[in-house]
């Protein structure tokens, strides 16, 4: 029983990470997108550089501007009483 619950969780943990939203539309998330930036017989690292850093720059961002309401937010949600 326990060798094969180890085994569904190995081969769980060894599938490729979801392509659906790249197979159903013209839109792929980051993550994919990032993907096929990579693929190739020599990627180009600057193009991965240059989307990543599109790709994770929003992110930052939005950080930046809402960083202490996100943070207030943490703490005022930590506070027990």
């Known amino acids: 029983?326990?060798?094969?619950?180890?085994?569904?969780?190995?081969?769980?943990?060894?599938?490729p990470p979801p392509l659906l939203p790249a197979l159903t539309s013209c839109n792929p998330t980051v993550q994919v997108a990032l993907n096929d930036l990579g693929q190739g017989y020599v990627p180009?690292?600057?193009?991965i550089m240059?989307?990543?850093?599109v790709g994770t720059l929003p992110?930052?961002?939005?950080?930046?501007?809402?960083?202490r309401h996100i943070v207030g937010g943490i703490m005022a949600?930590?506070?027990k009483g």
């Open 1 to 15: 029983m326990i060798v094969s619950a180890s085994r569904t969780t190995a081969e769980r943990n060894a599938s």
């Open 44 to 47: 180009d690292q600057a193009v």
């Open 50 to 53: 240059a989307g990543t850093l």
């Open 59 to 67: 992110v930052i961002v939005v950080f930046a501007l809402l960083g």
């Open 77 to 79: 949600g930590a506070v």
